[in-house]
């Protein structure tokens, strides 16, 4: 079925008739590498062929410079016409101000309840009972990527999991490699060590900590082994002199670096360079110790404004985002799972269907952005990379104040 026919069924059956001339919609999100820029196309193409006109709004510098700038807009009586979040509980105090759309009556149209796989992700939408964004994908950091040409020119098998990864730092190191590439970005260090987590204090921690913010779980001996492997691991970024998500992702392309904790969203960078998961790259979801994902990931919120023509094209918008056709061409090239269980994903790579049967295994964990306040999660990225970028700071200190954060989240 062709997109615009499939947009007007959708349309009829939420009862929102299609527009009758095109509608422009400012769109704003930070999807600005290669494989994010492909991904988005499909997006701007749906709503497009839809009879609209996506007017693009990238914000470059990730979600930690884009977000002050869309919720200053909001606030300030100049919203877009839709704009990219976290589900979860970055927009909540939006929604509560009164300055979200209410989506619920095309969601229960649709019936979005019954179609978003895992329904948390609807949840993280949901304020008071009411709707007020789209899940878009299912991103997962818990994710280690590793360069089939470095361990080739290294001499040495390419890593199951993380300990056989550390074991062979000492020789990518004496082949010129960096073992470990890792961007300067706050939200990077604070992955690596939430996905460490995973894998060296194990899963009952991770949820004991971040969903349960249990101050004496984070000052464990678990949390101890950690702190400890995540100081070793900063050892093993040395010479990983990049700024950016995506720069780093591309020292493992290259072969500059042996591997890099990331989301799943590298998986876009590795398509654009034509790579092919298992051949070029692999992919340990869990860093191969604990195979499981967390269901994070984006959502589109779309602000009021007092022109109905807007609001309409916002809630056309929102219907073209869930549908069958758009979430497999989007997600495809995101690199991210679709938040349908419906859709053919025959297409699928490698490090996709790994995370496709974890999560029809139901081995899924909450992600940080859902459970953590916007406070919370800032003081702990501020920590992170200050105790990544400064070998002064030992890791016991960094446990003392990460305990203290843990004790007073929200």
């Known amino acids: 079925m062709k997109l615009k026919t499939l947009a007007a069924a959708l349309m009829l059956t939420a009862g929102i008739p299609m527009a009758a001339q095109a509608t422009d919609l400012e769109v704003t999100h930070w999807w600005t590498s290669g494989g994010e820029a492909a991904a988005v196309a499909e997006f701007a193409k749906a709503f497009n062929d839809g009879g609209d006109k996506w007017v693009d709004g990238a914000i470059a510098g990730s979600g930690g410079v884009a977000r002050p700038i869309i919720i200053s807009r909001i606030i300030g009586g100049d919203p877009m016409g839709a704009t990219q979040l976290n589900h979860g509980r970055q927009a909540e105090e939006l929604v509560e101000a009164g300055l979200m759309l ?15 796989n895992p329904v948390r992700l609807l949840d993280g939408c949901t304020v008071d009972g009411k709707i007020y964004c789209v899940p878009v994908n299912i991103h997962s950091p818990q994710w280690l990527w590793l360069s089939h040409e470095a361990y080739k020119k290294a001499g040495v098998a390419v890593p199951a999991n993380w300990d056989e990864f550390v074991a062979s730092a000492p020789k990518l190191r004496e082949a010129g490699i960096v073992p470990l590439a890792m961007g300067q970005q706050s939200w990077q260090t604070q992955l690596a060590f939430d996905t460490m987590m995973v894998a060296v204090g194990g899963i009952d921690l991770y949820k004991s900590i971040l969903s349960d913010k249990d101050a004496k ?21 040395e010479g990983s002199n990049v700024q950016d998500w995506n720069q780093a992702t591309n020292m493992v392309i290259t072969a500059k670096a042996g591997g890099q904790i990331m989301g799943d969203w590298a998986q876009g960078e590795f398509q ?11 992919c340990l979801p869990g860093l191969g110790v604990n195979e499981v994902i967390a269901t994070g990931g984006d959502a589109f919120y779309f602000p009021k404004n007092d022109d109905p023509e807007i609001t309409a094209a916002q809630k056309r918008m929102a219907s073209q985002m869930i549908s069958k056709e758009v979430q497999v061409a989007f997600n495809l090239k995101k690199g991210s799972l ?11 790579n490698d490090c996709m269907k790994k995370g496709l049967k ?19 999660q800032g003081q702990i990225q501020d920590l992170m990379v200050e105790f990544w970028n400064s070998k002064d700071i030992t890791a016991a200190d960094a446990q003392k104040r990460y305990v203290a954060i843990i004790e007073d989240a929200d």
């Open 102 to 116: 209410d989506l619920t009556e095309i969601a229960e149209a649709e019936g979005w309840r019954d179609l978003v």
């Open 217 to 237: 779980a984070a000052a464990s001996a678990e949390a101890t082994a950690v702190f400890e492997a995540y100081a070793a691991a900063r050892s093993l970024s």
């Open 272 to 282: 654009v360079a034509n790579q092919v998961a298992g051949e070029d790259y692999t």
């Open 358 to 376: 974890i999560l029809a295994d139901g081995n899924i964990l909450p992600d940080g952005v859902n459970v953590q306040s916007a406070d919370t």
């Open 338 to 348: 679709p938040i349908r269980g419906d859709v053919d994903l025959s297409a699928a």
